[in-house]
């Protein structure tokens, strides 16, 4: 069985400031998405606040993940023809 840690390709890159970025996002996007992606934490808040909170903010966390994701997953794509390209 194949090891995909070993041998997928990597989704981030160095940058020129020599920050470890995803492909087709900027070092604060990229800290944005992996924030994102980690989830919201509304365990501090009461619940009924929790609960109203959660859905607005699912909402906008959602959209804003999907954005990101996005511009990130063409960047990979365009990345892998690329480099498909080059090998073939």
Do not use: N
């Amino acid at each position: 069985m194949t090891d995909h840690r070993i041998s997928a390709p990597r989704r981030y890159f160095v940058d020129a400031r020599g920050d470890r970025v995803l492909i087709g996002l900027s070092l604060e996007e990229t800290t944005e998405f992996e924030t994102l992606d980690g989830g919201v934490d509304l365990g501090e808040i009461g619940p009924t606040i929790a609960a109203t909170a959660a859905h607005t903010c699912a909402a906008a966390h959602d959209t804003r993940w999907l954005e990101l994701y996005s511009k990130h997953d063409q960047a990979w794509k365009a990345w892998i023809a690329q480099t498909r390209a080059r090998l073939a």
